[in-house]
């Protein structure tokens, strides 16, 4: 933006789809920071099936099963294990993990680096909905002509 420039429609735009992808994002901070930590409630998975999904050249295999928790006080029938594979386990199979809330997915010891993804979407959004600002602010440099160019 040049100096005394307007906030013009493409403007709004990105600053709007900057905005967008924070609301997105905000939500998963705190589950994100959970599972980062496996900060939750513990107790046992046991593996049931896995399910697996197909995509072109790719296959994405999770393990389903029941999560109890230590005290007994949590039964959550069909959960996945987040982060597992195919040869993770098999059926019957009981490992530590966590319960952060999350629906449909119970967390190992180590945690989970959703926070990653997370993290990224909210610094995307806050650098897009401040774009138009932060230009404002350092419009560029300015242009110099240059001597023997027939400018004067």
Do not use: K, N
């Amino acid at each position: 933006m040049r100096p005394g420039r307007r906030f013009g429609a493409f403007d709004a735009v990105v600053s709007a789809a900057g905005l967008l992808l924070v609301l997105l994002a905000v939500p998963g901070i705190a589950p994100a920071r959970a599972a980062a930590f496996a900060d939750g409630l513990p107790g046992v998975f046991t593996a049931h099936r896995v399910e697996c999904v197909r995509h072109p050249g790719h296959e994405s295999c999770s393990w389903l099963g029941e999560f109890r928790s230590d005290d007994g006080a949590v039964r959550r029938a069909t959960v996945a294990f987040y982060g597992s594979d195919r040869d993770m386990f098999t059926e019957g199979r009981q490992t530590r993990a966590f319960d952060t809330g999350r629906r449909g997915h119970v967390y190992g010891p180590g945690g989970s680096r959703e926070w990653i993804a997370v993290a990224l979407l909210l610094l995307a959004g806050l650098l897009l909905t401040a774009r138009p600002l932060l230009r404002r602010r350092h419009p560029g440099r300015a242009r110099v002509s240059v001597a023997g160019t027939g400018d004067g």
